[in-house]
């Protein structure tokens, strides 16, 4: 072989190239108005929304997986899947019915065996699922379309766990699949939901797309969040993974997406101020910004030093590193439960209110017995979020004259480094930073964050009896007033002892198109009801 | 020639080796858990534990390598911890895309880098030759990321002739395909392109005072003929050489230009499997960068036979 030869090959391979496939694919103006591009919050890199709790799977598997109940946009849990259910009067036995017409994208029809061992892997995993499982007598299928929950003590939140929005929410799926370890991903992704997964499309990190399931039949109410009629407009859901907001930002300008989940703020503006764009809060229940302080080791095991911290903290700056300059984007949180929601309260929150008290957080500070030592505080710079409260802390602690041993570190790193129990010195920490969906923070049920069990606690492992007292109290309240009333005295107990440090009350963006309609404000993007026209 | 290219893949199987224990034990040492990632805020422990052992992360790092270095002897680059997917179905997902990016990025280089390096050597000193360097140094100066977004703005956002985003497989098209890649390519190959013309500038000031040179334009060749048949053709050794060792800017380039223009190529998977723990596959796509890598010089070496028919192996 000589260069001459290799230069010929390489002149044949350019012209075949050229001439082999210049042609531009034709997609009809109909077809393009019958797919919705959605840019989702991040990346679908799997797809079992029982073994994966991330949010962006759950939003995907509500297309896919239908729910035996819904909540709607009143936090209330709808009959979904269920056409009716009957409680025995000591509410010991839960007696089931599923409504006819369920298929799976299979074309089988879904019956009683599918529901019992879908409940069953799910159970094993949701922290509502766990509670019941632990005092479960049996769940049994009676017929092709009625199921029992039989338990030992009476389980009122039971519609609640079964149509609740929080990851890992209890989706159906066929029994050969719901008979999968918990803690093993599923093979296939058959559903009853509205649309089906196109499992050959997905390319992990770049594209999911989920088609039309035509032998879905809605129910006839008005679809609220995940209740009511699932009425799907278009042909084909793309989600289009792209990870560089400003290239999303610009990929919604030029009409190449139609509808794009998340903005930062910072290019909000761009967005509103072109016309062929809309652009609304995307959650009303909008999210919670917190940092956690190990109570297993100093300074924060001594509770003066968690109260000094708070006396200094200003939400206000926290709010504003990660929002910037939109008011309406955020508030100020003197609670723990999500601000609008029915049990939202302020009740013993004083300590984050009015002006910040730096040199009596000071004096408190050193009544705990802090001398210096350094205070481990693990930050994720891969997520703005965490980055933005994280370099918020550090400016807090170091006024109040803390030795703040700052770790920069990615969102993975954090994740099981928050995990140890070991001292700061020796791989643990004393604080991390994360943050909470507003859904997740409504009712003690799903805010896992919330529990103060010691050892079972979540990290941080704080041990407050008197907020897990009142975390019993919620579920053993009779009426929404009770309810209100154990949830003001556990909120209380829970800024008495400073269970985690919430940094405020935060909203964020959704942007479309004005080709698109029927975008609904809900704690995820709900695809039913959304339709696009050329 | 054949033997020797034998020899030197054969050479390689003990550098993959090395490789494969070097980023096995990177990552067995790095801090991070994927069942921590997998679990997310509502598992407990004991639920992260059970993750971790269904993955068998809980095992030796002996055991681990040996049944990973099994694996690979038996061609399987394992699963996805997160995808479950094939690890070789995932590379095979994003192989195109990248190929691509990272060949219309070498031509693009080529056509431009090596003629203005030309340029610049027969004009030196010139006004030519200092704006050309000046170039250069802006090209290596710029960040890909900054050079993307500005095309982007300009010719996807005002001009509206070239898509911000995504990747069109060649299949679907010659025109969509380069329609995807064009933008992405400017802004990677701006730093390769600078850092080709000035080596070849510098190659051909060179081989420009030979005597041979001064012979050929005594006998009155045509400049043209004395620069690029004469001139070009002995100083290729050392651009061929760095066109070499820019094989491997471009990997890395491409991780960020895919990012930018959300081209789902190598690039990100890379990424995103760092950012979620995914060890089998980064291990498949370090291999497979590092196979690529070797490979690339061993081509390398190969071309400066084709180039100067004075090397022989």
């Known amino acids: 072989m000589d260069r001459r030869t290799v230069l010929k090959g390489l002149a044949g391979v350019g012209s075949l190239a050229a001439t082999g496939g210049v042609s531009m694919p034709a997609l009809s103006q109909g077809a393009a108005a019958r797919t919705l591009r959605f840019v989702p919050q991040a990346n679908l890199a799997n797809f079992d929304p029982i073994w994966g709790t991330q949010y962006v799977v759950r939003n995907a598997a509500v297309l896919v997986w239908d729910t035996l109940y819904g909540v709607d946009a009143t936090l209330q849990p709808q009959r979904q899947m269920v056409e009716s259910e009957d409680v025995s009067d000591d509410g010991l036995v839960w007696t089931f019915r599923l409504r006819p017409g369920l298929k799976f994208h299979d074309g089988e029809p879904v019956l009683s065996k599918d529901v019992v061992a879908s409940l069953a892997r799910w159970s ?87 088609e039309k399931f035509a032998d879905y039949t809605p129910r006839q109410e008005k679809a609220s969040w995940l209740a009511g009629g699932k009425q799907i407009l278009v042909d084909r859901v793309e989600w289009v993974v792209i990870p560089d907001p400003a290239t999303a930002a610009a990929a919604l300008q030029n009409g190449e997406v139609d509808w794009w989940e998340s903005p930062i ?92 008290d730096i040199a009596g957080a000071k004096k408190l500070l050193a009544e705990s017995g802090y001398a210096g030592q350094p205070v481990t505080c693990l930050v994720a710079q891969d997520q703005p979020i965490t980055k933005a409260q994280g370099d918020v802390t550090a400016d807090l602690l170091k006024h109040l004259d803390m030795n703040v041993d700052f770790v920069a570190t990615d969102w993975g790193t954090v994740g099981s480094r928050r995990a140890m129990k070991t001292p700061p010195g020796q791989g643990g920490w004393q604080m991390f930073h994360t943050w909470h969906a507003g859904a997740d923070c409504i009712n003690p049920a799903v805010y896992n964050a919330i529990r103060a069990n010691g050892d079972k606690a979540w990290f941080g492992w704080p041990n407050i009896p008197a907020v897990e007292q009142q975390v019993t109290a919620w579920f053993e309240a009779k009426s929404l007033d009770e309810e209100k009333a154990a949830v003001s005295r556990l909120n209380r107990a829970a800024f008495e002892d400073v269970l985690y440090a919430p940094t405020g009350f935060f909203l964020s963006y959704t942007a479309w198109r004005n080709n698109i309609s029927g975008v609904v404000k809900g704690p995820l993007p709900f695809f039913w009801g959304v339709a696009k026209t050329a | 020639m054949l033997s020797y290219i034998l020899r030197r893949i054969l050479a ?302």
Not at chain 1, 171 to 177: A, K, L, V, W, Y
Request: glycine share 8%; aromatic share 10%; charged share 15%.
């Open chain 2, 12 to 313: 390689t199987l003990p550098v993959m080796a090395i490789v494969a224990l070097f980023v096995f034990g990177m990552l067995y040492l790095a801090p991070g858990d994927p069942a921590a990632l997998i679990a997310g805020d509502q598992a407990s422990p004991a639920d992260i534990e059970r993750i971790r052992q269904s993955l068998g992360l809980d095992r030796p790092f002996l055991v681990q390598f040996g049944t990973w270095l099994w694996g690979i002897l038996h061609g399987d680059l394992g699963t996805s911890i997160f995808t479950n997917l094939p690890v070789s179905a995932l590379i095979a997902q994003r192989i195109e895309p990248t190929l691509s990016l990272m060949a219309i990025t070498l031509v693009l280089t080529l056509v431009v880098a090596v003629p203005l390096g030309v340029v610049a050597a027969w004009k030196a000193g010139s006004l030519v030759d200092r704006a050309i360097m000046a170039l250069a140094v802006f090209g290596f100066s710029l960040p890909v990321f900054v050079v993307g977004y500005v095309l982007a703005y300009v010719f996807a956002l005002q001009l509206e002739w070239l898509p911000v985003q995504g990747y069109t497989p060649l299949a679907q098209g010659f025109w969509p395909w380069l329609a995807n890649l064009i933008l992405p390519s400017i802004a990677l190959g701006c730093v390769y392109i600078a850092l080709i013309a000035r080596v070849t500038r510098a190659a051909m000031l060179e081989v420009l005072q030979q005597d041979y040179i001064r012979t050929a334009r005594a006998k009155g060749l045509g400049q043209r003929s004395i620069l690029f048949v004469h001139a070009l053709k002995n100083a290729a050794v050392p651009i061929v050489t760095v066109i070499g060792i820019g094989i491997a800017l471009l990997i890395g380039g491409a991780v960020v230009t895919e990012s930018v223009f959300a081209i789902p190529g190598l690039g990100r998977l890379t990424i995103d499997a760092i950012l979620r723990r995914d060890y089998p596959v980064i291990q498949g796509i370090v291999l497979l960068f590092s196979f690529l890598y070797v490979l690339v010089n061993l081509l390398v070496d190969v071309t400066y036979t084709l180039v100067d028919p004075r090397i022989r192996y």
């Open chain 1, 265 to 356: 703020p910072d290019l909000v503006p761009v967005l509103k101020k072109n016309r062929n764009i809309s652009v609304d809060i995307a959650d009303p229940l909008g999210n919670i910004g917190s940092f956690r302080m190990n109570h297993l080791y100093p300074p924060f095991n001594d509770v003066r030093a968690r109260r000094a911290v708070l006396m200094a903290l200003s939400q206000e700056d926290y709010m504003r590193a990660l929002v910037g300059d939109d008011n309406s984007l955020w508030k100020p949180l003197p609670g723990f439960f999500t601000p609008g929601t029915p049990l939202y309260t302020e009740e013993g929150g004083e300590i984050l209110k009015g002006k910040r």
């Open chain 1, 124 to 210: 094993a995993r949701d922290p509502m699922g766990l509670m019941i499982k632990a005092i479960q007598n049996e769940l049994t299928a009676v017929d092709d379309k009625t199921f029992k929950w039989a338990l030992k003590q009476p389980f009122p939140k039971m519609m609640l766990a079964l149509g609740k929005n929080n990851a890992p929410c209890a989706f159906i799926m066929p029994e050969r699949f719901a008979q999968t370890d918990p803690f093993k991903q599923i093979a296939d992704y058959i559903g009853s939901g509205p649309m089906k997964f196109a499992k050959s499309e997905w390319v992990p990190g770049a594209k999911a797309v989920f």
